[in-house]
């Protein structure tokens, strides 16, 4: 048991070099600041040192926050990628054990009965054998790094695919905010179709008796009818959408949605936070693919290590004590102690080339990961500047609708005066009509648009950004 001991201290303390190259962050493929140009000008100054914004703080709207607290317990993506990092950290714990001797204890008993011309006395009987052994199985000195440099492979395995579930939370989050945008935007779109159809019914009900009165012509008849027609088709379309829109939204929730939570919510008002764009370096601080990428790509570089360390001869230990005897009674008598201590070295020799290829294998793979990591930041340098032009171009966008809107329906109640003092036809309030209905459509439209590209900045930052003057402790 001493020896053993011994053995076993004396293998803990031995300090192996690592053959795993020293890394090096590749450098990032982007420019130092955002792109400059019309599109960009009302997009902010940039600020360094932020932090991550939390969803609650980014989506402010009651109802919006429910819904999302909803899907991260209870969606089934959101929920796989959480037990994927449940079994990597699994993986990374079985590695890492390969550092440590796997020590146990074995009790073994056997009992055998030999004839006299097989029996080294020459004469018949019965022999018995009983012990019980503490000790260690194949143990590997890890004198070269290998070990080590499989257990830091699969820690950073482990923590990429912790990133990879902060990604998919983002995404989820995000998603959800688009899905309710959506519905809410198609809600409004159908309850502006049927006040317009209504509209438009008592506009056809006075076209049709002015015609009857021979004052009105039946091309006025049938064009206040063809209106009435093309809205019947829009409040079908918008009624299928809103549809469309609850169960896309159902799924994303992943349970059944309150119907107090969908009833329909004026997007005019500040249902988002303002997010400061930071600095290109903030975005390789935040991205989760983007740290995924990186960890990945330590996890090859890693790999390398273990290669390498391949070529070297490897010694494994085998060490027991215990107590053995002929009788079941006898085993802790006196003399009765064993123990057995089996050191193995393996030196490659000849592999066929297996060995090298291995480490080649390994250096690309690592080559590989690192043009993945460059492309995840081009990606997401791309992601975040159309995100900060839709920022500069969307309020001028909006506010000119707006304006058309004002504009179309000024233009409607002037034809409808000139009509009701006989100056014009009927013809240009049903033209008014139509463009005023066709411009709120297209307002209802472009915030949605507009909405939805904030939505798309935040999961493009890696899920918001601060201030962190302003963060709290």
Sequence with gaps: MKLQSLTIAVALTLAGCSLTP??????????????????????????AGAVPLAWQNFFQDAELQQLIGLALENNRDLRQAALNVEAYRALYRIQRSERFPSIGVDGSGNRQRLPSDLSPTGDSGTNSQYGVTIGTSSWELDLFGRVRSLQGAALERYLATEQAQRGVQIALVSDVANAWLTWNTDHALLELTQATLDSYQESLAMVEASYAGGISSALDVRQARSLVEQARVQLALYTRQLAEDSNALQLLVGTSIPPQLLHGSDLNQAVLATLPTGLPADVLQHRPDIRSAEHRLLAANADIGAARAAFFPSISLTAGAGTASAELDGLFDGGSGTWNFIPQINIPIFTAGRLKANLEYSEIQRDINVAAYEQSIQSAFREVADGLAARGTYDNQVQAQNDLVTATTEYYELAQQRYDEGVDNYLVVLDAQRELFASRQELLTHRLQQLNSEVALYRALGGGWQPTANTSA
């Design 22 to 47: 020293e890394y090096q962050r590749p450098q990032a493929p982007i420019q130092a600041d955002w792109p400059q140009g019309m599109a960009y000008d009302q997009a902010g100054t940039a600020e």
